[in-house]
């Protein structure tokens, strides 16, 4: 069966330090893969997404990237975090020709910037 | 669209009673409509889906009606239970390589026993 994991699940960061958060997928090959953030009480916005390897997509320019470096894998980093930058932090997947184009999510990852 | 800039609306329920959360949706263009839900502090799930050439789908306890004319959205839950308190997110999407889905503004459903 499929599984996506997400690690750490929660983050304090200080304002200026960098970044890497971490998404694998296990069951499937060639996923789309997607970082979405969500502040508290709000949304959810699409960060980045990807359709193969080293293929990266940004939505929202900001002080974060992302980067695929294996087919079943999935980083967001920044070099320098804001205040801004915190929030809750989803990966997800989906694979197409399933005749279902909806999302598996994982856990997230709560990051705090202090 | 997106609308991750505004505070989440609440609708209150009485355990036992239906529930009706309404979506707007703004993509003429979007094929495929989700609904999920998100408990506190873990991702949101997969509830229920409906293509665009349908305008009602049933599962267990859910029905999703599709307006496209006025590109509206809505989930039913029936007879409302203390587990169904989450915020629901309607989402669109349209056949694509990158399959992107855009969420919808959530609603925050609480449950009054």
């Known amino acids: 069966s499929q599984t996506i994991h997400q690690w750490p699940a929660t983050l304090v960061q200080p304002v200026g330090s960098p970044l890497s958060l971490e998404c694998t997928v296990e069951g499937t090959s060639n996923p789309n893969l997607y970082w979405y953030r969500q502040a508290a009480g709000r949304g959810l916005q699409l960060l980045f997404y990807?359709?193969?390897?080293?293929?990266i997509s940004s939505e929202v320019p900001q002080n974060l990237s992302a980067s695929r470096p294996q087919d079943r894998q999935f980083i967001l980093s920044s070099k320098k975090l804001l205040l801004s930058d915190s929030g809750f932090y989803l990966c997800?997947?989906?694979?197409?020709?399933?005749?279902?184009?909806?999302?598996?999510f994982g856990s997230g990852t709560r990051l705090t910037v202090v | 669209g997106e609308s991750v800039g505004l505070h989440l609306p609440t609708l209150s329920v009485q355990e036992g009673d239906n529930s009706i959360i309404n979506c707007a949706y703004s993509n003429s263009a979007s094929d495929y409509f989700i609904w999920y839900k998100q408990e506190s502090g873990k991702g949101p799930q997969f509830i229920i889906d409906?293509?665009?050439?349908?305008d009602k789908r049933q599962g267990q306890r859910v029905t999703v009606l599709l307006n496209k004319t006025v590109k509206h959205l809505s989930l039913q839950i029936a007879a409302t239970q203390p587990g169904d308190s989450a915020v629901y997110f309607c989402?669109?999407?349209?056949?694509?390589?990158?399959?992107?889905?855009?969420f919808g503004s959530g609603t925050r459903l609480s449950i009054r026993p």
């Open positions: 990807s359709v193969g390897i080293g293929q």
């Open positions: 997800a997947w989906s694979v197409l020709g399933r005749g279902n184009y909806g999302y598996t």
């Open positions: 409906i293509r665009s050439n349908m």
């Open positions: 989402a669109e999407t349209w056949y694509s390589s990158a399959s992107k889905i855009i």
